[in-house]
């Protein structure tokens, strides 16, 4: 433990409740797929925005991977029985 005038890091608040694992992993999928979802609406509308054709493919082939990694949370997701 770090001790810095008078405060220990690394105990805990009392006010502060532990997460079970469960709760946890549910958390971090939701978050994940939350994330990956604003990048893909914010990638599919910079490819029909941005008038350069390279950049604008770019950013449509950078939304089709986002969508593939949406597809794969929620698949991990289901494996793990989270519902998203």
């Given at each position: 433990?770090?001790?810095?005038?008078?405060?220990?890091?690394?105990?805990?608040?009392?006010?502060?409740?532990?997460?079970?694992?469960?709760?946890?992993?549910?958390?971090?999928?939701?978050?994940?797929?939350?994330?990956?979802?604003?990048?893909?609406a914010?990638?599919?509308?910079?490819?029909?925005?941005?008038?350069?054709?390279?950049?604008?493919?770019?950013?449509?082939?950078?939304?089709?991977?986002?969508?593939?990694?949406?597809k794969?949370?929620?698949?991990?997701a289901?494996?793990?029985?989270?519902k998203?």
């Amino acid at each position: 433990m770090l001790k810095v005038k008078n405060v220990v890091y690394g105990d805990e608040p009392p006010y502060m409740t532990k997460l079970s694992q469960v709760e946890l992993l549910n958390s971090a999928f939701k978050e994940s797929l939350h994330r990956e979802e604003q990048r893909l609406a914010r990638y599919t509308s910079l490819s029909e925005t941005i008038r350069d054709k390279r950049i604008s493919a770019l950013f449509k082939s950078f939304a089709a991977a986002s969508k593939g990694r949406v597809k794969q949370i929620r698949s991990e997701a289901k494996n793990f029985n989270i519902k998203i």
